[in-house]
């Protein structure tokens, strides 16, 4: 399950999803993109989408700024599975 939540955009994180318009394809699934990067500039947050060496992938904010994301919950972890040692001989004996 995923949740659409506004936070400030300092609290933004690497994988959030953030709507960057509808651009080439006008299905709005293909809007969000995923953020791969979150720096402090000059007091501003730059919040990269995508590529790293791609500048259309840059949106800046104010660090108290309005941001509306997707967050995926985070993953828990695998329950380790438990397997019997069961010691018990198949009639072989040496």
């Known amino acids: 399950m995923t949740n659409r939540i506004t936070t400030a955009?300092?609290?933004?994180?690497?994988?959030d999803h953030i709507y960057n318009g509808p651009g080439a394809?006008?299905?709005p699934t293909f809007a969000w993109e995923t953020v791969t990067h979150v720096d402090?500039?000059?007091?501003?947050?730059?919040l990269t989408?995508?590529?790293l060496d791609?500048?259309?992938?840059e949106f800046w904010f104010e660090p108290e700024e309005s941001v509306a994301?997707?967050?995926?919950p985070p993953a828990e972890p695998e329950k380790a599975v438990v397997k019997s040692h069961n010691k018990h001989g198949h009639g072989?004996?040496?």
């Not at 402090?40 to 730059?46: K, M, Q, T």
């Not at 791609?54 to 992938?57: E, I, K, R, T």
């Open 40 to 46: 402090l500039v000059d007091g501003l947050i730059r």
């Open 69 to 72: 994301v997707i967050r995926y």
């Open 25 to 27: 394809n006008a299905h």
């Open 92 to 94: 072989h004996s040496g």
């Open 9 to 15: 955009a300092a609290d933004v994180r690497i994988g």
């Open 54 to 57: 791609h500048a259309n992938g």
């Open 49 to 51: 989408a995508g590529r």
